[in-house]
């Protein structure tokens, strides 16, 4: 009876994790499929500074939920015909996929360089540094009030090619360097973009498939995307 029990208690103790194992496993999607649209509106406030006002919409879960929705405000100001400089304020709302959602408030950094190739043919490439608040102002209420937040240095490359007055196709990379308290910083993803910029009379739409991956991870994810933003200039 003893050697039964004790049987007893370790086939228990082997189902529960085994049931534990697939619940995480079941908890986080290793593969995914998501729809980003956006409404970009840019306009010269005055010389030498462009101001931009988007509005997008993530999705997840094969395209069946929202993941976030975004407010950005950003400048622009260039330099010379090469360089220029950029900031960004932007609001999220973070659905989470598997944690409570956050409203959170990110402002980045950027420097750009552009160089024509050949003709039709142009390189660019965007250093980024962001750090983003998580439930900032909703922290500021709490009894403890606890001020989490995490920064990224993105550094994006991309290619430019001029098909027509209509077409520029582009091809881009994105590696994302993650710093986190009390964690050494690593590389947590790499994202990819293949699409078209299509001009017309009443704005433009950028038009392309992403791919991202999770770096450094027992369970990486890749995630698929469809992203279509539409700007209008004034």
């Given at each position: 009876?003893?050697?039964?029990?004790?049987?007893?208690?370790?086939?228990?103790?082997?189902?529960?994790?085994?049931?534990?194992?697939?619940?995480?496993?079941?908890?986080?999607?290793?593969?995914?499929?998501?729809?980003?649209?956006?409404?970009?509106?840019?306009?010269?406030?005055?010389?030498?500074?462009?101001?931009?006002?988007?509005?997008?919409?993530?999705?997840?879960?094969?395209?069946?939920?929202?993941?976030?929705?975004?407010?950005?405000?950003?400048?622009?100001?260039?330099?010379?015909?090469?360089?220029?400089?950029?900031?960004?304020?932007?609001?999220?709302?973070?659905?989470?996929?598997?944690?409570?959602?956050?409203?959170?408030?990110?402002?980045?950094?950027?420097?750009?360089?552009?160089?024509?190739?050949?003709?039709?043919?142009?390189?660019?490439?965007?250093?980024?540094?962001?750090?983003?608040y998580v439930n900032l102002f909703s922290g500021f209420f709490a009894a403890a009030p606890q001020?989490?937040?995490?920064?990224?240095?993105?550094?994006?490359?991309?290619?430019m090619f001029k098909y027509n007055k209509t077409n520029r196709f582009f091809l881009s990379s994105?590696?994302?360097?993650?710093?986190?308290?009390?964690?050494?910083?690593?590389?947590?993803?790499?994202?990819?973009?293949?699409?078209?910029?299509?001009?017309?009379?009443?704005?433009?739409?950028?038009?392309?498939?992403?791919?991202?991956?999770?770096?450094?991870?027992?369970?990486?994810?890749?995630?698929?995307?469809?992203k279509s933003i539409y700007t209008i200039k004034r």
């Open positions: 009876m003893l050697i039964f029990g004790l049987m007893k208690n370790k086939l228990i103790l082997v189902l529960m994790m085994l049931t534990n194992t697939l619940f995480s496993q079941e908890i986080k999607v290793t593969r995914d499929i998501g729809l980003w649209i956006g409404l970009d509106f840019k306009k010269k406030i005055f010389k030498g500074f462009d101001l931009s006002l988007m509005q997008q919409i993530r999705t997840y879960k094969n395209v069946t939920e929202l993941d976030d929705y975004l407010f950005d405000l950003g400048l622009k100001h260039p330099i010379n015909k090469q360089f220029a400089i950029g900031t960004n304020l932007r609001y999220i709302y973070n659905k989470r996929r598997v944690k409570e959602r956050e409203n959170n408030f990110r402002y980045n950094l950027d420097i750009e360089f552009k160089k024509k190739i050949k003709s039709g043919l142009n390189f660019r490439y965007r250093l980024r540094y962001q750090k983003e001020n989490i937040y995490s920064s990224s240095v993105r550094n994006k490359v991309k290619l994105e590696l994302f360097r993650l710093f986190e308290l009390f964690r050494e910083p690593y590389f947590n993803k790499v994202r990819f973009y293949l699409g078209d910029e299509i001009k017309t009379t009443i704005g433009s739409f950028d038009c392309s498939i992403g791919f991202e991956k999770e770096l450094h991870s027992n369970n990486p994810y890749s995630f698929i995307f469809f």
